[in-house]
């Protein structure tokens, strides 16, 4: 046993770093004020006293981390693995006070101490270490491993840079680098003495030892260190506090000046600046990755640090190798970590010398991939001469996996050239690759979907030959949203309004919100929900008119788009939407028309310029449309800027309608989905995604469903998709387009929207043309709907009631039981000592 896996025995704890009563935690703030930031009380910035307060707060979280940490060690107990590129887990201090049940007596210890907690709260820099979905999800998972008390390690990279921060200027987005670190984490623990080098590059040397057994040596180019920084994740009113390990590259400090360059000074600076910059930054997905030979080191670097960190602490703790995956069930969170597959097996036996097939063995065991998406341009796949580059070992073992494999199909299916070819995990063309999501398909003991209907895509599609050879690998768990963050921390007036009459159950058991049901049906009950809306809209307006200068009606139809710009998520659809509501009104001013206010927010990745030209879109028609007289207080068309966990929060509890019209079949599952109806939003959507599974849920009458199913684009597709058609079929569209294309929106330019009118009209891989009458058919009911309040408020009550199953909870539930064979382990706090003993 290494001294760090060592609890001391009966630490003399101080009261001053763990009592909870209001005189205490003053004295706490002050003195850390004092002694951990070094400010006096007069000389201090809201910035300082924001800090001092995190440090309480994690004060009050390290003995239930040690705790934790030292127990979910032991051999006999087995961990989860989490192993993701991106992160959003959201601001930490509000999440944390909530969870400790601490947010009440802070905020008057606080406010005893002059200071106001919303202020302090709003100091936090969130860190922006993920994309979108992929990312939040990783980060409600942490939370629900947490709160059901599962053992678990969440391991990433610690971008420097995380997500840029987004501004509009004169209606474009620009891009601005995230400093997330720049004021200081408190969140965080270096941990240098874990510190593991990763090798990349230079080539391998095979040979045969004295035993006579082959082995082969790896003599890197180059080598980088991981630093790994702990973040403390508490579960909702538990003892467990489990660890989000983020790795920074750093050189080796210890690097020979006359090995590099021969004593050149600044040559040796350079490297140490090369390594560095392997952490710098988040790569914006939707762009092009391949050939990034950056983004492939990222990749490994994390994953490499991770398994060297599982394999070390297991060798430390007296456990074998041959049992490593009866103490880590390993995620991997998209194919960004399938490089792990190799590297595990790269571990085993070159550097510890198991025999290939048992170590293929445990790797499979070891392993489970999830899914995200199907889009073709998102499947990762790299070159050869990238890979055979940067990690010539992996590169080999690949290619032993991918031989051994194809003479288990060749054996399946005898004499079928064309079956080994499609199963191959080396794709031939445009350029010899890898294709990672076969490679993970083959390492792992379990496949998953995020949603049901794509679980039946990825089985029928992309990955079907591995579901033809191994259908029992194949499984559907659908995503799910922390209730804690996304109802409790962000809509307190609900969460207070379904607590007092239903208790707070509810909040680790989001199925007792079907209590609510009954009360749908009470007058009283429903004008109590309608105040809490239209407070949760007043707080939205005030920020939109903060943020954008414009005035909305909170009486107004809240109708809510926020998520990434995809084209496939089609923002512009629902443009299209706005701009025929406009059209009507520029016909008939005295239109009886149900006001709406179209909120929209989401960051463009910085290269993708149709889906930037959207945001100009966006803003170009509320240019026109807010200003317009005609309109009045009618319609109003608000993009928010800089969309991320912080400034998502308060918009969630604020919509009426949730926009989830993505092309059927291209979102893998969506899950601000899930947060609207949650939190009583109505939602207009396609079959797509986990919508399918939100409307069986709520009820088909409590749902506005539009457009084409998958068959029925593939079959239009197969047909001879022809969009022009749809515009000469609909007078409505017709003129939407012509709004477009004639420069309405864009001061008399024709050329501004050019490239998006010539992508609808040409070929339209989306659908929005197909998709358009039927979309506008269904918003008519929606307004229809509106108009009737009673019914509009049962039918919000209803969405929450029916989403309990929507809970990351449930989804975790099916992970520990159907994937990774892990329980629950409550962490024993008192004696401290003797927990463990
Ligand atoms: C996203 C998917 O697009 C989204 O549909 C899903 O809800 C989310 O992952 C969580 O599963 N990058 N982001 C995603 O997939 C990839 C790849």
């Avoid at 659908?478 to 509810?506: C, E, F, H, K, Y």
């Amino acid at each position: 046993m290494t001294a760090s896996s060592q609890i001391p025995p009966a630490i003399q704890i101080e009261d001053d770093r763990t009592g909870v009563t209001i005189p205490t935690l003053r004295r706490a703030l002050a003195d850390n004020l004092y002694y951990v930031l070094g400010k006096p009380p007069d000389g201090a910035t809201l910035n300082d006293y924001y800090l001092a307060l995190a440090y309480t707060v994690r004060d009050r979280l390290m003995q239930r981390w040690m705790a934790s940490t030292h127990t979910h060690r032991l051999p006999t107990i087995k961990q989860v693995i989490y192993l993701s590129a991106e992160y959003l887990p959201g601001p930490h201090l509000g999440n944390n006070l909530m969870n400790l049940g601490l947010y009440e007596t802070v905020q008057q210890a606080v406010a005893e101490s002059g200071l106001d907690l919303a202020t302090l709260l709003a100091c936090e820099e969130e860190p922006g270490l993920g994309n979108g979905g992929l990312g939040r999800l990783a980060a409600c998972f942490m939370d629900s491993l947490a709160t059901l008390e599962i053992p678990a390690i969440g391991y990433g990279i610690r971008y420097e840079f995380g997500i840029f921060d987004q501004e509009i200027r004169e209606g474009w987005q620009a891009e601005i680098t995230d400093k997330w670190l720049q004021s200081g984490n408190p969140w965080e623990i270096a941990r240098p003495e874990d510190a593991v080098f990763v090798k990349l590059g230079g080539h391998t040397e095979a040979s045969t030892d004295e035993t006579g057994c082959y082995q082969v040596r790896w003599i890197p180019h180059q080598t980088v260190k991981g630093i790994p920084y702990d973040t403390p994740i508490p579960g909702y009113r538990v003892n467990t506090v489990n660890t989000l390990r983020l790795w920074k590259a750093e050189a080796p400090e210890s690097f020979d000046l006359s090995v590099f360059n021969h004593g050149d000074y600044y040559g040796a600076v350079d490297q140490k600046v090369i390594s560095e910059n392997l952490t710098k930054v988040l790569y914006p997905n939707d762009e092009p990755i391949q050939g990034k030979q950056l983004r492939l080191k990222q990749q490994y670097f994390f994953v490499s640090c991770a398994l060297q960190d599982l394999i070390r602490t297991h060798l430390a703790q007296g456990g074998r190798l041959e049992r490593f995956h009866e103490k880590f069930a390993v995620q991997l969170n998209d194919t960004h970590p399938a490089i792990a597959i190799p590297e595990l097996m790269r571990l085993l036996v070159d550097d510890h010398h198991v025999p290939w097939d048992l170590a293929w063995t445990i790797t499979q065991q070891t392993f489970a991939y999830t899914n995200h998406t199907l889009l073709p341009e998102a499947l990762e796949v790299w070159s050869l001469d990238l890979l055979g580059q940067l990690l010539p070992r992996h590169l080999e073992i690949i290619m032993e996996i991918n031989r051994r494999f194809l003479e288990d199909v060749r054996l399946k299916f005898p004499d079928n050239g064309e079956k080994m070819g499609q199963l191959s995990l080396i794709a031939d063309q445009p350029f010899r690759s890898v294709r990672m999501a076969y490679l993970a398909s083959v390492g792992s003991h379990a496949i998953n979907g995020v949603a049901a209907l794509h679980s039946q895509l990825l089985q029928k599609t992309v990955l079907r030959g591995f579901y033809d050879l191994w259908p029992e690998k194949f499984l559907n768990i659908t995503n799910g949203v922390t209730p804690r963050r996304w109802m409790l921390l962000s809509n307190p007036r609900l969460a207070q309004l379904i607590t007092r009459r239903i208790g707070d159950r509810w909040i680790i058991h989001l199925q007792d919100l079907r209590d609510l049901e009954p009360l749908a049906e009470d007058p009283e009950f429903r004008a109590a929900w309608r105040s809490v809306k239209q407070a949760n809209k007043q707080a939205l307006a005030q920020r939109i008119l903060e943020r954008t200068g414009i005035q909305v009606n909170v009486e107004s139809l809240f109708d809510v788009q926020v998520k990434r710009i995809h084209e496939y998520k089609r923002q512009h659809l629902n443009v299209l939407h706005i701009i025929t509501l406009y059209n009507r009104l520029k016909q008939n001013p005295s239109l009886d028309l149900v006001p709406r206010t179209f909120i929209f927010a989401g960051k463009a990745a910085p290269g993708y310029v149709q889906a930037k030209l959207i945001i100009r879109l966006i803003t170009a028609v509320g240019e026109v449309i807010n200003r317009d007289p005609a309109v009045g207080d009618r319609l109003k068309v608000v993009f928010l800027p800089d969309y991320n966990v912080t400034n998502g929060q308060p918009i969630y509890p604020a919509a009426d309608l949730s926009e989830q019209i993505s092309t059927a079949g291209k979102e893998a599952s969506g899950t601000g989905n899930m947060k609207f109806a949650l939190n009583g939003a109505l939602t207009i959507g396609t079959l797509d995604g986990a919508n399918i599974e939100i409307r069986e849920a709520v009820g088909s009458e409590n749902f506005f469903h539009f457009g084409h199913k998958v068959e029925e684009l593939s079959q239009l597709r197969s047909q001879g998709y022809d969009p022009r058609r749809y515009c000469d079929h609909s007078p409505e569209l017709n003129r939407a387009i012509h709004r477009l294309e004639s420069g309405f929106f864009a001061q008399g330019n024709r050329d501004l929207f050019r490239p998006l009118v010539q992508s609808l009209l040409n070929d339209d891989p989306y659908f929005l043309m197909a998709d358009y009458l039927s979309y506008l058919n269904c918003q008519e009911q929606v307004s229809q709907a509106f108009l009737n309040e009673a019914t509009w408020i049962r039918r919000s009550i209803l969405n929450t009631a029916r989403m309990g199953e929507f809970s990351s909870d449930r989804s975790i539930r099916e992970y520990a039981h159907q994937v990774w064979q892990v329980q629950s382990v409550p962490i024993n706090l008192q004696p401290y000592s003797q927990s463990e003993a």
